[in-house]
T-cell receptor, first 108, second 116 residues
Framework: GQQVMQIPQYQHVQEGEDFTTYCNSS?????IQWYKQRPGGHPVFLIQ?????EVKKQKRLTFQFGEAKKNSSLHITATQTTDVGTYFC????????FGTGTSLTVIP | DAGVIQSPRHEVTEMGQEVTLRCKPI?????LFWYRQTMMRGLELLIY????????DSGMPEDRFSAKMPNASFSTLKIQPSEPRDSAVYFC??????????????FGQGTRLTVV
């Protein structure tokens, strides 16, 4: 079956440092979605990438979709304490294939 | 729309008891998903329905777990008998999927289950 892995599993950064999480799929994805789950909360949709090599930005967040459509990354510039949470990538077609998630801790 | 509604928000039960979790998906969505989240295993897909029909239940741990979707606006996940290792947060999510994967998953607030 389709597997979506993320690295790292955990990341601790000092506030103001950058952060990147990587998502890798065992198969080619038609699209990639990113979700954020705050501590104690539920996953919330952030963005979707569809095109090979696509790059999208949301303020300090930059999302990339690989040329082969098998990997993706989320980069946060100058992290803030509000960025704390777990970030999931997910491929979707007839269901959602969620990645293993990266838990981000931001140290003030 | 109020979003995906799950009940109860918290459930504490004794081992061996039956537990029923409930979910009301967003109106108009054709797909419903049940996930279990733990620190050890992350977010696991248990089962998903499309147009009220179970499509993939390979994630259901064992026969103690069962899920139903009698109509487009309601689904239940039942655990009977419950065991301490079932303690987790259970999420329900819904979406409108057409095979092109161009819509997002909307999650409920989750049910935190503790089996003692």
């Amino acid at each position: 079956g389709q597997q979506v892995m993320q690295i790292p599993q955990y990341q601790h950064v000092q506030e103001g440092e950058d952060f990147t999480t990587y998502c890798n799929s065992s198969t080619t994805l038609s699209n990639i979605q990113w979700y954020k789950q705050r501590p104690g909360g539920h996953p919330v949709f952030l963005i979707q990438l569809v095109k090979s090599g696509e790059v999208k930005k949301q303020k300090r967040l930059t999302f990339q979709f690989g040329e082969a459509k098998k990997n993706s990354s989320l980069h946060i510039t100058a992290t803030q304490t509000t960025d704390v949470g777990t970030y999931f990538c997910a491929g979707s077609r007839n269901q959602f294939y969620f990645g293993t998630g990266t838990s981000l801790t931001v140290i003030p | 729309d109020a979003g995906v509604i799950q009940s109860p928000r918290h459930e504490v039960t004794e081992m061996g008891q039956e537990v029923t979790l409930r979910c009301k998906p967003i109106s108009g969505h054709n797909s419903l998903f049940w996930y279990r989240q733990t620190m050890m295993r992350g977010l696991e897909l248990l089962i998903y329905f499309n147009n009220n029909v179970p499509i993939d239940d390979s994630g259901m741990p064992e026969d103690r777990f069962s899920a139903k979707m009698p109509n487009a606006s309601f689904s239940t996940l039942k655990i009977q008998p419950s065991e301490p290792r079932d303690s987790a947060v259970y999420f329900c999510a819904s979406s409108f999927l057409q095979g092109t994967g161009d819509t997002e998953a909307f999650f409920g607030q989750g049910t935190r289950l503790t089996v003692v």
